[in-house]
């Protein structure tokens, strides 16, 4: 390993197809120049159009996971996947924040495979800011921050003051303007655009957007930059073909 690469760790599930989950975040670290490590949070079955079963890994196993690689390795941002519950989630939070409290966190919130298999069900949201304070950026799309964040208006929701952390908000489900994407910060909104390539719908496209986000911002860039950054690289991945499965490139 390259004592120059950044060590980056993807906390999410296993896709035997590879197309979401730690195998394309690991993918996405490598083409990033960051070295990529994988904490698998549940193995499942699946395919780029199909999903038939999930097995949750125990959760205290991948808390001395990642307690291991904590304390072998400086871990510069941890990008998380699908997670069983809110508590799954929290403790592995504090377990990061416990271990490196100067680690960046990425949360890709995947509510819903997009075969419509529903992995995290928010019921008991009171301690939702809470959990959300501890992470860095989330990512969720327009259906993910409806459950996250009921009766969602973008523009009243910041000037409000009611963010817990930032948010990058994604426009793919944005029927008005798709593909415009937004980063909700303390203090701004930042836009940003599409490009004009010819894009296809990807399985786990989200998957590669925050692992490329955790990269980026492993490389020392800002959470703008990350974003934007990130965007392109997506962009490309998804105007790669025409299926399900799309092709990385070098950067």
């Not at 701004?188 to 911002?217: D, M, P, R």
Request: proline share 3%; with cysteine; net charge negative.
């Amino acid at each position: 390993m390259s004592a120059n690469r950044p060590f980056v760790l993807s906390i999410a599930g296993f896709d035997p197809c590879g197309g979401a989950g730690v195998l394309a975040d690991v993918k996405t670290f490598e083409q990033h120049q960051v070295t990529g490590f994988a904490v698998v949070t549940a193995n499942t079955i699946q395919t780029e159009d199909g999903f038939y079963e999930i097995q949750w890994t125990n959760l205290s196993f991948v808390i001395r996971s990642i307690e291991t690689l904590f304390l072998s390795y400086k871990i510069k941002t941890v990008k998380i996947g699908i997670m069983p519950s809110l508590h799954y989630l929290n403790r592995i939070l504090s377990t990061i924040k416990l271990l490196s409290s100067a680690t960046k966190i990425v949360w890709d919130p995947v509510l819903k495979s997009t075969t419509k298999f529903e992995f995290l069900k928010v019921e008991d949201d009171s301690d939702l800011n809470k959990i959300l304070s501890k992470i860095d950026l989330i990512t969720p799309n327009y259906n993910e921050i409806e459950i996250l964040f009921p009766g969602f208006v973008p523009n009243k929701f910041w000037l409000q003051n009611e963010i817990p952390t930032n948010i990058l908000l994604k426009g793919g489900h944005n029927e008005s303007e798709i593909g415009t994407d937004r980063l909700f910060l303390k203090n701004e909104i930042i836009e940003f655009a599409t490009s004009q390539k010819k894009c296809f719908e990807k399985h786990g496209s989200g998957c590669v957007l925050s692992a490329a986000i955790a990269a980026n911002l492993a490389l020392d860039q800002t959470l703008e930059e990350a974003c934007k950054n990130a965007k392109t690289y997506i962009e490309k991945y998804l105007s790669s073909t025409s299926t399900l499965i799309g092709y990385h490139y070098v950067q």
